[in-house]
């Protein structure tokens, strides 16, 4: 059974386009992140959830909009999307919100915006 | 805020070489410090970690190596074998009691392993 599954692995799509990415976790953690790794595989974390409250907002742009409807799932909804958003989106979990604890991440869904 | 520095960027060895690869980091309060190795097509995968009241932690070939007050920290593969070609990130934070911690990564390094 995989721990952290997203959908879908692989999204091309024009600019201008709205889209979104899905996340499960079967691992019953608390906490739930999206991070963004760019062409030079740097990560970057974007939004974190514990027990569906936002804890982190990072920069990000405002057509980026996360959703958690329950503890075991968080979505990435992307508006009007830029050339810049190419990317490859990674949901992870973890059991708290503490910064020590372990990340397990999902296999990464990569957005090509043409 | 905290920014974690990796290098090199890629370090291609033979196999059965050892590989290290080193880290800084900015803010001394940070006390937790993972090694996450992503395979490729894969998310990244926590390998080993140490917190700052250890100096070094070993797990079979790899180990971890922390100078707080140097503010480095390095990771050690003995042995290198094919399967240990992976992009290795190394990360930092600190504990909050009362709000939330952020994991911040280096720029990762892609180890190759020539057989």
């Known amino acids: 059974d995989t721990a952290v599954s997203q959908t879908p692995k692989y999204l091309v799509t024009q600019m201008g386009n709205d889209k979104s990415i899905k996340c499960e976790q079967n691992?019953?953690?608390?906490?739930m992140y999206w991070y963004k790794q760019d062409s030079k595989k740097f990560l970057k974390i974007m939004f974190s959830?514990?027990?569906?409250?936002?804890?982190i907002n990072e920069t990000v742009p405002n057509r980026f909009s996360p959703k958690s409807p329950d503890k075991a799932h968080l979505n990435l909804h992307i508006n009007s999307l830029e050339l810049g958003d190419s990317a490859v989106y990674f949901c992870?979990?973890?059991?708290?919100?503490?910064?020590?604890?372990?990340?397990?991440f999902g296999s990464g869904t990569q957005l090509s915006v043409l | 805020g905290e920014n974690v520095e990796q290098h090199p960027s890629t370090l291609s060895v033979q196999e059965g070489d050892s590989a290290v690869i080193k880290c800084t980091y900015s803010?001394?309060?940070?006390?937790?410090f993972p090694w996450y190795k992503q395979e490729l097509g894969k998310g990244p995968q926590l390998i080993i970690d140490?917190?700052?009241?250890?100096g070094e932690k070993k797990d079979q070939r790899i180990a971890v190596t922390l100078n707080k007050t140097a503010k480095h920290f390095s990771l050690h593969i003995t042995e290198t074998q094919p399967e240990d070609s992976a992009v290795y990130f190394c990360?930092?934070?600190?504990?909050?009691?009362?709000?939330?911690?952020?994991?911040?990564f280096g720029q990762g390094t892609t180890l190759q392993v020539k057989p």
């Open positions: 959830y514990n027990n569906k409250e936002l804890i």
């Open positions: 992870a979990s973890s059991p708290g919100w503490q910064a020590n604890e372990k990340l397990f």
């Open positions: 691992l019953g953690h608390d906490t």
């Open positions: 990360a930092a934070s600190k504990d909050k009691v009362s709000n939330t911690g952020k994991l911040i």
């Open positions: 803010d001394s309060a940070s006390n937790y």
């Open positions: 140490i917190r700052s009241n250890v």
